[in-house]
């Protein structure tokens, strides 16, 4: 649930944009690979999306803003991910622009 120092210039590019969307919401949607048990990834993606908000929120998005989810393995990039690189691919924070919080 750390932000990889590669991942961070993303996070920052994604700050630009919601400035520019202010007067829209935003989901965070956790993912995890597949192993582990279900409940394990459900919270490690909770803890996922909590470190994406802390990062956008620090700077300067609204926290009021921000809803988060956390869908743990499901809905994997990578169905039956069998590499490291795969495995990598399903551990994502996903942002989008809603109307309201779910």
Do not use: W, Y
């Given at each position: 649930?750390?932000?990889?120092?590669?991942?961070?210039?993303g996070l920052r590019r994604n700050v630009t944009c919601?400035?520019?969307m202010a007067n829209k919401k935003i989901l965070i949607v956790g993912h995890c690979d597949e192993r582990g048990t279900r409940d394990f990834n459900l919270?490690?993606?909770?803890?996922?999306v909590r470190s994406a908000k802390r990062f956008?929120?620090?700077l300067g998005i609204s926290s009021g803003r921000i809803c988060t989810v956390s869908k743990g393995k499901e809905d994997p990039v990578v169905p039956n991910a069998s590499s490291d690189e795969d495995h990598q691919k399903n551990r994502r924070a996903v942002f989008s622009f809603v109307e309201s919080c779910p």
């Amino acid at each position: 649930s750390l932000i990889r120092s590669d991942a961070q210039e993303g996070l920052r590019r994604n700050v630009t944009c919601f400035q520019k969307m202010a007067n829209k919401k935003i989901l965070i949607v956790g993912h995890c690979d597949e192993r582990g048990t279900r409940d394990f990834n459900l919270q490690l993606g909770k803890r996922r999306v909590r470190s994406a908000k802390r990062f956008v929120v620090r700077l300067g998005i609204s926290s009021g803003r921000i809803c988060t989810v956390s869908k743990g393995k499901e809905d994997p990039v990578v169905p039956n991910a069998s590499s490291d690189e795969d495995h990598q691919k399903n551990r994502r924070a996903v942002f989008s622009f809603v109307e309201s919080c779910p």
